[in-house]
């Protein structure tokens, strides 16, 4: 039942690999949120939010702490030790104020720390599995748990982690064939053919891809698929809320860590790099207390500021300090955006940091990557959006002025944090003890595997025959 006069409950659903722009929310040709669309509604939208450090692990750390890499000191995927503890993470503040704390699916991560419970399920999949119903795995752990915390005294936080659309892409029926109807393993189709090609990766995607697959059209479809399937599951959610009279005093927020590159840029079907289909990810508050139905907000904002706004919208004033802003200024139209200009950071397979602002990305190689990408990469956002044409060449006074900014912004950081940049002190990354930094492109496309190269063959051997 709703507690009249108490502090608001929160729910905040993060959404891994979730792209702003294959949602129907965000004016995508295919309706693949719904519900989501139709919750939206009922709050704010926020139309540029951006998750500044890629990949999960750094993503997180911002949106749990209200902190940038400076702050939090974390930037790699694969983190090595806890979060700074001098750094508390949102499920501790509001533990300290008296909320009870469950996190479903995100265990082990440095920036979960400080729930009360922590539940997991099965996130993940493999062809020779079936179908993957990993959103309803969610849901029937989460369920008994949100009645628990309904049935309590006091006002509740929970985190749930969403597996979906993450690869592999595995959702299951109707959802796999909801957008696509051709045939996957055309073998006039040679769309796949530089993917499976990818040494890297090919045997990761042999796990989880239809064997003799040809065309990428149909992967993309999965991916919609999905997100179409997280969105109907959330639906549960929503009418869980609504049946127990909590829905209007529970604070919703429905975010991405980061989005996903499918078939652009050649970082096949993974969230590495920082382009915008990794960078721009949804952002969904509804409070009708403290918000208003059917807003969408266009101003730039970030993970940064998500913290220091549900602490806003609770009520809650704490002496922590906050990298991020309440974005309650932009909804009450008081500010355009908070950051229009940002620092980014990418250190998944590849080691870089970068420049965005609402005209150019700037893209800077800490190391050689194994795409075989340039040093310096260029992006004119306004006439190409999309991020097709490096014109670093072309443009060198652009770079340098870029450059100087992001420099300049990064030393102020340093000096005000007393911390160094955490994305040149990375050491072995990538995973691989006593290797550090790659000297050159081949060098890591040799190094870096994922996947189980015994059983993708014996998938290759069964498709051939």
């Given at each position: 039942?709703?507690?009249?006069?108490?502090?608001?409950?929160?729910?905040?659903?993060?959404?891994?690999?979730?792209?702003?722009?294959?949602?129907?929310l965000?004016?995508y040709?295919?309706?693949t949120t719904?519900?989501?669309?139709?919750?939206?509604?009922?709050g704010?939208?926020?139309?540029?939010?951006?998750?500044?450090?890629?990949?999960?692990?750094?993503?997180?750390?911002s949106?749990?702490?209200?902190?940038?890499?400076?702050?939090?000191?974390?930037?790699?995927?694969?983190?090595?030790?806890?979060?700074?503890?001098?750094?508390?993470t949102?499920?501790?503040?509001?533990?300290?104020?008296?909320?009870?704390?469950?996190?479903?699916?995100?265990?082990?991560?440095?920036?979960?720390?400080?729930?009360d419970?922590?539940?997991?399920?099965?996130?993940?999949?493999?062809?020779?599995?079936?179908?993957?119903?990993?959103?309803?795995?969610?849901?029937a752990?989460?369920?008994?748990?949100?009645?628990?915390?309904?049935?309590?005294?006091?006002?509740?936080f929970?985190?749930?982690?969403?597996?979906?659309?993450?690869?592999?892409?595995?959702?299951p029926?109707?959802?796999?064939?909801?957008?696509?109807?051709?045939d996957e393993?055309?073998?006039?189709?040679?769309?796949?053919q530089?993917?499976?090609?990818?040494?890297?990766?090919?045997?990761?995607?042999?796990?989880?891809?239809?064997?003799?697959?040809?065309?990428k059209?149909?992967?993309?479809?999965?991916y919609?698929?999905?997100?179409?399937?997280?969105?109907?599951?959330?639906?549960?959610?929503?009418?869980a809320?609504?049946?127990?009279?909590?829905?209007?005093?529970?604070?919703v927020?429905?975010?991405?860590?980061?989005?996903?590159?499918?078939?652009?840029?050649?970082?096949w079907?993974?969230?590495?790099?920082?382009?915008?289909?990794?960078?721009?990810?949804?952002?969904?508050?509804?409070?009708?207390?403290?918000?208003?139905?059917?807003?969408?907000?266009?101003?730039?904002?970030?993970?940064?500021?998500?913290?220091?706004?549900?602490?806003?919208?609770?009520?809650?004033?704490?002496?922590d300090?906050?990298?991020?802003?309440?974005?309650?200024?932009?909804?009450?139209?008081?500010?355009?955006?908070?950051?229009?200009?940002?620092?980014?950071?990418?250190c998944?397979?590849?080691?870089?940091?970068?420049?965005?602002?609402?005209?150019?990305k700037?893209?800077?190689?800490?190391?050689?990557?194994?795409?075989f990408?340039?040093?310096?990469?260029?992006?004119?956002?306004?006439?190409?959006?999309?991020?097709?044409?490096?014109?670093?060449?072309?443009?060198p006074?652009?770079?340098?002025?870029?450059?100087?900014?992001?420099?300049?912004?990064?030393s102020?950081?340093?000096?005000?944090?007393?911390?160094?940049?955490?994305?040149?002190?990375?050491?072995?990354?990538?995973?691989?003890?006593?290797?550090?930094a790659?000297?050159?492109?081949?060098?890591?496309?040799?190094?870096?595997?994922?996947?189980?190269?015994?059983?993708?063959?014996?998938?290759?051997?069964?498709?051939?025959k």
């Open positions: 039942m709703s507690r009249s006069g108490e502090r608001p409950n929160i729910l905040l659903i993060g959404v891994d690999s979730l792209r702003a722009d294959h949602m129907s965000y004016g040709d295919r309706l719904p519900h989501i669309d139709d919750f939206a509604r009922q704010v939208v926020f139309e540029n939010t951006y998750s500044a450090h890629i990949p999960t692990t750094s993503a997180y750390a949106m749990l702490t209200g902190r940038d890499c400076f702050g939090t000191q974390v930037v790699a995927l694969r983190h090595k030790g806890p979060l700074r503890p001098e750094v508390r949102l499920a501790e503040i509001l533990r300290g104020e008296g909320y009870d704390t469950s996190c479903v699916g995100f265990s082990g991560n440095p920036s979960s720390r400080g729930f419970r922590y539940f997991d399920y099965a996130a993940w999949g493999m062809w020779s599995e079936g179908r993957s119903p990993k959103a309803d795995n969610l849901n752990v989460t369920i008994p748990e949100l009645d628990r915390l309904v049935d309590g005294t006091a006002p509740f929970l985190f749930l982690r969403h597996m979906d659309p993450h690869a592999p892409y595995l959702p029926a109707p959802f796999e064939r909801m957008f696509y109807h051709g393993c055309d073998p006039a189709n040679t769309s796949m530089p993917v499976m090609e990818f040494a890297p990766f090919r045997d990761f995607f042999a796990l989880w891809m239809p064997p003799g697959i040809t065309d059209d149909y992967v993309v479809a999965q919609d698929g999905a997100i179409a399937y997280l969105d109907a599951s959330l639906q549960t959610i929503f009418t809320l609504e049946a127990r009279g909590v829905l209007d005093n529970t604070i927020v429905l975010n991405g860590d980061h989005g996903e590159t499918l078939y652009e840029h050649e970082c079907f993974d969230h590495h790099g920082m382009y915008d289909n990794v960078l721009h990810v949804p952002l969904v508050l509804r409070y009708p207390a403290k918000l208003p139905a059917g807003k969408r907000v266009a101003g730039f904002n970030q993970h940064k500021d998500l913290v220091p706004t549900l602490l806003d919208l609770a009520g809650i004033a704490v002496d300090t906050f990298d991020g802003r309440s974005l309650t200024a932009m909804v009450d139209g008081d500010t355009d955006d908070l950051d229009r200009e940002f620092y980014i950071t990418e998944t397979w590849m080691r870089k940091h970068g420049w965005r602002t609402p005209e150019w700037l893209i800077v190689a800490l190391e050689p990557d194994f795409h990408k340039p040093e310096i990469e260029l992006y004119d956002l306004v006439n190409d959006p999309e991020e097709n044409t490096n014109l670093a060449d072309a443009r006074d652009v770079v340098a002025d870029l450059r100087a900014r992001m420099d300049e912004w990064t102020r950081r340093e000096r005000e944090t007393g911390l160094p940049n955490p994305i040149h002190h990375q050491g072995d990354w990538h995973g691989h003890d006593g290797v550090g790659f000297k050159s492109s081949q060098q890591a496309y040799d190094t870096l595997h994922i996947g189980d190269p015994r059983q993708a063959a014996k998938l290759q051997a069964e498709s051939r």
